[in-house]
Nanobody
Framework: QVQLVESGGGSVQAGGSLRLSCAVFGYAYSSDCMGWFRQAPGKEREGVAAVDGDGTAIYADFVKGRFTVSQDNAKNTLYLQMNSLKPEDTAIYYC???????????????????WGQGTQVTVAS
């Protein structure tokens, strides 16, 4: 049984940092695209960042320069380092695993087959 388990969410002040983790159980994802998404209340889920099996990272414009996605294949774990957090970053953050490389449509939800349960990130102004 495949499981993705996020952790590391919490509440911080604007300008603060958090590091999210996504532990993957049940399969080795090393060659697949792994993504981070978020969903704020009343909004659609949106792509935040993704990383390919070769370590190539892709970011949404609204997090470039602030967030860093990485992976530790030995630990089967994906990370999202979030710096300079803003109140508009408040959302539930999800990790997801695709069945292919990231490509230009890395932000499309239908590209991903396995999802975690999400972790809440709240940024106070």
């Amino acid at each position: 049984q495949v499981q993705l388990v996020e952790s590391g969410g919490g509440s911080v002040q604007a300008g603060g940092s958090l590091r999210l983790s996504c532990a993957v159980f049940g399969y080795a994802y090393s060659s697949d695209c792994m993504g981070w998404f978020r969903q704020a209340p009343g909004k659609e889920r949106e792509g935040v960042a993704a990383v390919d099996g070769d370590g190539t990272a892709i970011y949404a414009d609204f997090v470039k320069g602030r967030f860093t996605v990485s992976q530790d294949n030995a630990k089967n774990t994906l990370y999202l380092q979030m710096n300079s957090l803003k109140p508009e970053d408040t959302a539930i953050y999800y990790c997801a695993s695709s069945w292919a490389s990231c490509g230009g449509n890395w932000y499309e939800i239908m590209k991903y087959r396995y999802w975690g349960q999400g972790t809440q990130v709240t940024v106070a102004s």
